[in-house]
């Protein structure tokens, strides 16, 4: 099963995106832990995507459809992949939808997080996360460690308030057509002259709340 987790920064995508991958025995692919994990080790990715992620800029689809092909082409995905962050333009929904057709594959499912954006703030501006795993913990002191793997907890740097207010401007513009997108060719459209019956199935998350009750709603939107 291929699944797209769609929506705002901070709206609960990785927390939720783990969860799913261990439950249906799949891997996560985080385009965003890809690019971090470049940037620390200084490859040629890193050094191209770093500044535009600093600002809070999107990456270039040339480059976000280089990851993703190279992730779908692993193995361990060809029973599926949870993607946490991919896709977040319209061009890079073509793309997905292309290499998977080429693979014999297809999205199956979209799950969109949404979350009021006063919220999303609050949640980036408190967080810190782990530089090893990338666990995030909202309200936490950067400088302690991860109750998971002992790394430092540090600030991101676009979880800095002008980077914030760029990635919900990217979001806003570049990302929410792409709800709009699969929405049209969704097995759920109501018109059934768009629809189309490979579609997706997208299934509108409510994200503010318990996360454990959130992972109910969502592994009972996704049928498992
Ligand atoms: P995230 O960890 O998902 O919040 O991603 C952090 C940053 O990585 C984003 O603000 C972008 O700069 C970049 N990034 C991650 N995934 C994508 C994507 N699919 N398209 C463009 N930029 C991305």
Redesign the pocket.
Known sequence: MNIVLLGP?GAG??TQGERIATRLGIPKL????V??AAVTQKTPLGLE?KA??ER????P?AV?LGIMKEALAEPGSARGVVL??????VP?AEGLARVLSELGRQVDAVLLFEVGEDELVRRLSARATCESCQTPYTGREPGTKCDKCSGKLVRRK?DEPEAIRS?MR?YREQTEPVVAWYEKRSRTHDDPNERDHNGPRVVRVNALGDIDEITKIVTKGLGK
Do not use: E, N, S
């Open positions: 920064p995508k990785g985080a385009t965003g832990d690019l971090r995507a535009a992620m809070g800029d999107l990456v689809d976000i946490d962050g991919v896709v977040r333009t890079q676009d990635r990217a």
